[in-house]
């Protein structure tokens, strides 16, 4: 398999990491049973999961499979 | 470690390794298989993983601990310990008319979806203003409490039909189940916390078995 990576594949890799860190909060927030524990899941976890969800759809139409 | 919180742990495990295989090697993206995992683990488990986290969220915020774990509510939580049948919060905790753990929700939520969803947005609003604003010292409801959260639970229950002064009168049955006269009203149940008067009051220990 070719190695180059294309554009669309370097989104999916950035997809992967702010989803990656996303994740990171939502485990972060079950940690601790406080109200500050639901935003924490919502303002970090959850906003960088959407970021990440967002990101790799918008990349599936906008960017084509050429190597960069 | 409850059911829900035990599918959050395997969903975000599976993700994050299927992440990790995806961010090491994203060219195996090019092959048909490789593009149905990536929508696997860059859409529907994370989505997943947002919707089960969700879940997990809002029933910790049901639990007791929850409420009482803000410094304003500790007189509420201590209210639950008054040694006194005249107090509502009291009485329905110390008898297990509500669930211990989940005690300050089953009684001051309303039981929709939606009144659910109402509550959890003023509960982020109370928690900025806990941490930026501050508190207000005499903490209010935002509407006069609702009959129905009472009748929830008594409404054709026999104690509760069968009381002389629910029936005294042929109105006085009608008139609360339609709200317009409050189970709380003057002379009635008019005591649920009680805080102003813990100055007065005897509290119970639970024993330890």
Redesign the interface.
Known sequence: ??????K???R??Q???L??A??LG??A??FW???????V?AGV??LL??A??SY??LSLITVG?HPS | MQGIEFTLAIIITITVALLIVLALRPEFTREPQGKALAFVGLFLLPALTLWTGTSVHIERSKKTEFCLSCHVMEDHGKSLYVDDNEFLAAIHYQNNMVPADKACFTCHTSYTMYGDLTAKLRGMRHVFVNYIGGAPEELELYTPYQNRECLHCHENARGFLEDSAHSEEDTTMASMLAGRMSCMELGCHDVAHGIDEFEDVDFWERPRP
């Open positions: 398999m070719n190695r180059q990576i294309s669309l594949e370097n999916i890799r997809s992967t990491f989803i990656l996303g994740l939502v485990i927030s079950l049973h406080q109200p500050t524990a639901f935003l899941f976890g959850g999961i959407v990440g969800i790799y759809m499979r």
